[in-house]
Protein backbone atom coordinates (compact mmCIF):
# COMPACT_ATOMS: atom_id res chain seq x y z
CA UNK A 1 0.00 0.00 0.00
CA UNK A 2 2.71 2.07 1.00
CA UNK A 3 5.13 1.77 -2.42
CA UNK A 4 1.72 2.08 -4.07
CA UNK A 5 1.07 5.49 -2.56
CA UNK A 6 4.83 6.47 -3.19
CA UNK A 7 4.37 5.83 -6.97
CA UNK A 8 1.31 7.40 -7.36
CA UNK A 9 2.65 10.76 -5.99
CA UNK A 10 6.04 10.30 -7.89
CA UNK A 11 3.72 10.04 -11.43
CA UNK A 12 1.56 12.54 -10.38
CA UNK A 13 4.35 15.17 -10.15
CA UNK A 14 6.18 13.62 -13.45
CA UNK A 15 2.63 14.88 -14.45
CA UNK A 16 2.68 17.88 -13.19
CA UNK A 17 6.14 19.08 -14.21
CA UNK A 18 5.39 18.04 -17.58
CA UNK A 19 2.40 20.09 -18.31
CA UNK A 20 4.42 22.67 -16.60
CA UNK A 21 7.07 22.04 -19.28
CA UNK A 22 4.28 22.27 -21.91
CA UNK A 23 2.99 25.20 -20.82
CA UNK A 24 6.49 26.77 -21.16
CA UNK A 25 7.00 25.59 -24.41
CA UNK A 26 4.25 26.77 -25.63
CA UNK A 27 4.41 30.05 -24.66
CA UNK A 28 0.97 29.16 -22.82
CA UNK A 29 2.33 30.48 -19.62
CA UNK A 30 2.71 33.79 -20.69
CA UNK A 31 -1.02 33.39 -22.00
CA UNK A 32 -2.62 32.49 -18.89
CA UNK A 33 -0.63 34.84 -17.12
CA UNK A 34 -1.49 38.03 -19.13
CA UNK A 35 -5.17 37.43 -19.50
CA UNK A 36 -5.43 38.23 -15.92
CA UNK A 37 -3.54 41.32 -15.76
CA UNK A 38 -1.92 42.62 -19.30
CA UNK A 39 -3.14 45.85 -21.07
CA UNK A 40 -5.16 45.24 -24.38
CA UNK A 41 -3.53 46.02 -27.82
CA UNK A 42 -3.20 45.45 -31.46
CA UNK A 43 -0.18 43.85 -33.21
CA UNK A 44 1.48 43.43 -36.86
CA UNK A 45 1.83 40.10 -37.43
CA UNK A 46 5.85 41.05 -39.00
CA UNK A 47 6.97 37.39 -38.92
CA UNK A 48 6.01 34.06 -38.15
CA UNK A 49 8.21 31.17 -37.95
CA UNK A 50 7.60 26.99 -36.83
CA UNK A 51 9.06 26.45 -33.79
CA UNK A 52 8.96 22.74 -34.04
CA UNK A 53 6.53 22.20 -30.82
CA UNK A 54 3.14 20.69 -31.47
CA UNK A 55 0.09 20.81 -29.06
CA UNK A 56 -2.43 18.74 -29.65
CA UNK A 57 -0.85 18.45 -33.26
CA UNK A 58 -1.38 22.10 -33.85
CA UNK A 59 2.37 24.10 -34.58
CA UNK A 60 3.47 26.58 -31.83
CA UNK A 61 4.02 29.46 -33.96
CA UNK A 62 6.54 32.32 -33.39
CA UNK A 63 5.68 35.65 -34.00
CA UNK A 64 7.65 39.20 -34.63
CA UNK A 65 5.25 41.80 -33.56
CA UNK A 66 4.65 45.58 -34.08
CA UNK A 67 2.46 46.25 -31.19
CA UNK A 68 0.56 49.29 -30.74
CA UNK A 69 -0.06 50.09 -27.22
CA UNK A 70 -3.05 51.74 -26.25
CA UNK A 71 -0.51 55.11 -25.32
CA UNK A 72 2.48 54.80 -26.88
CA UNK A 73 5.06 54.77 -29.65
CA UNK A 74 4.65 50.71 -31.61
CA UNK A 75 7.62 48.47 -31.00
CA UNK A 76 8.76 45.14 -31.84
CA UNK A 77 8.65 41.88 -29.71
CA UNK A 78 8.29 38.16 -29.95
CA UNK A 79 5.76 35.73 -28.65
CA UNK A 80 5.02 32.60 -29.45
CA UNK A 81 1.89 30.34 -29.43
CA UNK A 82 -0.15 27.18 -30.27
CA UNK A 83 -2.47 28.03 -33.88
CA UNK A 84 -4.29 25.65 -35.01
CA UNK A 85 -3.99 24.15 -38.19
CA UNK A 86 -7.46 25.40 -39.63
CA UNK A 87 -6.89 29.29 -38.83
CA UNK A 88 -3.10 29.62 -39.76
CA UNK A 89 -4.73 31.67 -42.62
CA UNK A 90 -5.71 34.06 -40.40
CA UNK A 91 -2.11 34.85 -38.59
CA UNK A 92 0.15 35.89 -41.82
CA UNK A 93 2.70 38.73 -42.35
CA UNK A 94 0.49 42.24 -42.49
CA UNK A 95 -2.63 40.45 -40.17
CA UNK A 96 -3.73 43.04 -37.33
CA UNK A 97 -4.25 40.71 -33.96
CA UNK A 98 -5.41 41.09 -30.20
CA UNK A 99 -2.19 41.28 -27.68
CA UNK A 100 -1.97 41.66 -24.21
CA UNK A 101 1.29 43.30 -22.53
CA UNK A 102 2.69 43.11 -19.38
CA UNK A 103 2.44 46.26 -17.58
CA UNK A 104 5.64 45.85 -15.93
CA UNK A 105 7.57 44.16 -18.88
CA UNK A 106 6.32 45.86 -21.92
CA UNK A 107 8.39 43.54 -24.52
CA UNK A 108 7.13 40.57 -23.13
CA UNK A 109 3.29 40.21 -24.92
CA UNK A 110 0.94 37.07 -25.81
CA UNK A 111 -1.93 36.54 -27.77
CA UNK A 112 -4.88 37.35 -26.81
CA UNK A 113 -7.11 35.09 -29.10
CA UNK A 114 -7.54 32.36 -26.39
CA UNK A 115 -10.81 32.08 -24.67
CA UNK A 116 -11.09 29.94 -21.60
Known amino acids: MKRAAMLLVGALAVLLSSCALANRMSGMDVVHDLQTRGLAAEAKILKIWDTGVRVNDDPVVGFLLEVYPPDGESYEAQTKGPISIVHMPRFQPGAVIPV ?8 RVALDIYRH
Not at 100 to 107: K, T, Y
Open 100 to 107: RIDPQNPA
